[in-house]
């Protein structure tokens, strides 16, 4: 079976600050993808990354940046120089490319960005 | 706006009572998946079709069921609601299954 740890179940920092959320899988299979969504107050899951398990190159969009590692199983996701509106739930999600095609969630990190 | 369209965006009912949950899936998208989320137990799969037919099956309750129309959309089924029926449920789509799912707003299921 699937497993997604978040271990952090909410960070509250300062406007500006970076900051970064942890995911930790576990699955026996080879190949799969990783997602991250994130969910605003508004409560729509908004689709923000997805990777394969067989590339592992770290990936920037603006100021959101996603670390694979294979070895360690994690999948960390880092906001830099946070905003107010970055304020939200943020998920991470496994998905194998064989067989049942679910997303197993974690259970979310609840990100707080102060003014 | 993701494209996927889900009514009706509350829903408050009683004890005992059945509702249906629809959802309009992006244009072109074969799989709908059905995912509820509930503060104890997180976002948890319920079932997927994809064109048609049914797929994939989570945790979904035998007093819980689906479908999917000819023209793609599809429906989920709640009867003989229980208080922890409460929750926020969830429709995605996707043009197959090996790509990323994109979901609706939810509909948010309160039963008194």
């Known amino acids: 079976a699937q497993k997604v740890t978040q271990a952090q179940t909410e960070i509250s920092v300062v406007e500006k600050e970076d900051v970064t959320l942890d995911c930790v899988y576990e699955?026996?299979?080879?190949?799969?993808?990783l997602f991250w969504y994130k969910q605003p107050p508004s409560g729509e899951l908004v689709f923000l990354i997805r990777?394969?398990?067989?590339?592992?190159q770290n990936e920037i969009s603006g100021r959101y940046s996603w670390n694979f590692q294979k070895s360690t199983s994690s999948f960390n996701f880092t906001i830099t120089a946070s905003q107010v509106v970055d304020s939200a739930v943020y998920f991470c999600?496994?998905?194998?490319?064989?067989?049942?095609?679910?997303?197993?969630f974690g259970q979310g990190t609840r990100l707080t960005i102060n003014p | 706006d993701s494209g996927v369209t889900q009514t009706p965006k509350h829903l408050i009912t009683a004890t005992g009572q059945r509702v249906t949950l629809r959802c309009s899936p992006r244009?072109?998208?074969?799989?709908v998946y059905w995912y509820q989320q509930s503060l104890d137990q997180g976002l948890q799969f319920l079932i997927q079709?994809?064109?048609?037919?049914?797929?994939a099956k989570g945790n979904i309750l035998e007093r819980f069921s689906a479908q999917q129309f000819p023209d793609l959309h599809s429906e989920l089924n709640l009867s003989s609601l229980e208080l922890g029926d409460s929750a926020l449920y969830f429709c995605?789509?996707?043009?197959?299954?090996?790509?990323?799912?994109?979901f609706g707003q939810g509909t948010r299921l309160t039963v008194v």
């Open positions: 995605a789509s996707s043009v197959e299954g090996y790509t990323e799912a994109f």
């Open positions: 699955t026996r299979d080879t190949t799969y993808y």
């Open positions: 990777r394969n398990s067989f590339d592992e």
């Open positions: 999600a496994l998905r194998l490319i064989q067989g049942a095609q679910k997303l197993v």
């Open positions: 244009s072109g998208d074969l799989s």
């Open positions: 079709y994809y064109n048609g037919e049914e797929r």
